[in-house]
């Protein structure tokens, strides 16, 4: 049983073109994330939502667009893709945001290509 | 200059040798500290966790933090070529919904 899921697990696609990728976690959990991994393997946090409600939105560029239709579900839509996009996409979930623990989950990555 | 230094090696070692793996940080309000392993091709996964400063032990591995340094350590003893993978620190303030500030990681090779 997969705990965070993520779909799909490889995206090449054109620059300028719109693209999602879907989240999912059976875990209960009521905070879910987004990171960016570059090429350097950094990890880097996009946003954050804490049973369907936005709490963390870093500066990212607004080409990017979170949804969370509920709190098992996180889903990243990217508008006019460019070339900097090209990354590996993680989703995670934590039981509660600002619990002491926060253990994060993070699911199997997606990595994105845009040619 | 970030908020979270590590080196990203990659660090060679042979089986059964003590690793020693190290972050440092700039910012003294972090209070929780953690090391997550990732593999490659695959999401990070949580090994251990650190409330402010002291020594936690796990098994094979050690997590120590000296906050007056600012600086945090794993060590892996008697380490096995499945250790072999990317091991990311990450560390966070007290209050309220705080985000994780993550390493660049290290890459560690375990020879067998």
């Known amino acids: 049983d997969t705990a965070v899921s993520q779909t799909p697990k490889y995206l090449v696609t054109q620059m300028g073109n719109d693209k999602s990728i879907k989240c999912e976690q059976n875990?209960?959990?009521?905070?879910m994330y987004w990171y960016k991994q570059d090429s350097k393997k950094f990890l880097k946090i996009m946003f954050s939502y804490n049973n369907k409600e936005l709490i963390i939105n870093e500066t990212v560029p607004n080409r990017f667009s979170p949804k969370s239709p509920d709190k098992a579900h996180l889903n990243l839509h990217i508008n006019s893709l460019e070339l900097g996009d090209s990354a590996v996409y993680f989703c995670?979930?934590?039981?509660?945001?600002?619990?002491?623990?926060?253990?994060?989950?993070f699911g199997p990555g997606t990595r994105l290509t845009v040619l | 200059q970030k908020e979270v230094e590590q080196d990203p090696g990659p660090l060679s070692v042979p089986e059964g040798a003590i690793v020693s793996l190290n972050c440092t940080y700039s910012n003294s309000a972090f209070q929780y500290f953690m090391w997550y392993r990732q593999y490659s091709r695959k999401g990070p996964e949580l090994l251990m966790y650190t409330y402010s400063s002291g020594n936690k032990e796990d098994g094979r591995f050690t997590a120590q933090v000296d906050k007056s340094s600012k600086y945090i350590s794993l060590f892996i003893r008697d380490s096995q070529p499945s250790d072999s993978a990317t091991y990311l620190c990450?560390?966070?303030?007290?209050?309220?919904?705080?985000?994780?500030?993550f390493g660049t990681g290290t890459r560690l090779l375990v020879s067998p």
């Open positions: 990450a560390m966070r303030k007290n209050t309220g919904f705080q985000k994780l500030v």
């Open positions: 875990l209960g959990h009521d905070t």
């Open positions: 995670a979930s934590s039981p509660i945001a600002g619990l002491q623990s926060d253990t994060q989950y």
